[in-house]
């Protein structure tokens, strides 16, 4: 485990991770921080700001929002983003060919 308390990577914090540990220290996984590393090099390539709506969550927190009980969320290696930009299909089809290109790098497809 890895203690956290400010950002994770350049672009995201650890209070969009850990939603409910805004006060307090983060603890997350070398799987959940590669994980964070994939989205910020997927960012940074793409040159578009994601904000998060959901990341690591707890068991209780994915079974109250109706997640599947083995949901990547549980580990920290699952996020559901946005833009506030409008994203044409085809810019769309370039952020997930960048977000694959860094999974492959890292060994994770």
Not at 6 to 27: D, G, K, M, V
Not at 50 to 78: D, E, M
Request: hydrophobic share 35%.
């Amino acid at each position: 485990m890895i203690i956290w308390k400010n950002n994770l990577t350049p672009h995201f914090s650890a209070a969009e991770y850990f939603p409910q540990y805004r006060e307090q220290n983060a603890y997350l996984t070398e799987e959940s921080y590669l994980f964070a590393r994939i989205l910020e090099e997927t960012r940074v390539d793409v040159g578009l700001r994601f904000y998060v709506n959901s990341w690591y969550r707890t068991q209780a927190q994915n079974k109250a929002v109706g997640g599947i009980s083995s949901s990547n969320h549980l580990r920290g290696c699952a996020a559901d983003i946005h833009t506030k930009n409008k994203i044409t299909r085809k810019r769309f089809i370039t952020i997930v060919l960048a977000f694959k290109k860094y999974c492959r790098k890292h060994g994770r497809v």
